[in-house]
């Protein structure tokens, strides 16, 4: 299996996981309960999974780009969940975006060579991200940890685990 088909395979597994966990949230409730109070909660997860797939796709196709001003006072680094589901942007829609900024991340991955994982990321981007296949790795390992968060509210909630 090439690097770019392992890449392909683990992003479709890790959003695929993280959907089937996001169908068990149903209320307003269950979407912001927080294990813990400064835990994360699914909806915030929700959020900021589409915000950062759509960093992504910016700092590797800027023209696919998706203006998100508006969500990063709610879902970017150092923002920090709240329990007033009003706040946030219905789930539907969160999870509409999820989709949306995933098959734009998928759709730069397939537009791709090997050889142009290889490539130097863009001037400005962080120093964590040197190369075009460490934002996608980063992507993977990203999606997991807030699946893991998201993991525990179903938990927390009296939910099964999505695998098991």
Known sequence: MSR?????EALRFSRGFTNQLLDKFESDGDWTYQAHPKANHA???AGHLALTDDFFVGMLDPSKATDMSKAQELFGMGSEPVGDASVYPKPAELRKHLNDSHQK??????GMSEEDLDKPTPEG????LPTVESVFRLAVFHEGIHAGQ???ANRGLGGEPVVG
Not at 105 to 110: F, G, K, N, P, V
Not at 125 to 128: Q, T, V
């Open 125 to 128: 981007s962080p120093d964590f």
């Open 43 to 45: 909806l915030w997860c």
């Open 4 to 8: 770019k088909e392992f890449i392909k």
């Open 150 to 152: 998201a993991t525990i």
């Open 105 to 110: 991340l998928m759709a730069i991955l397939d």
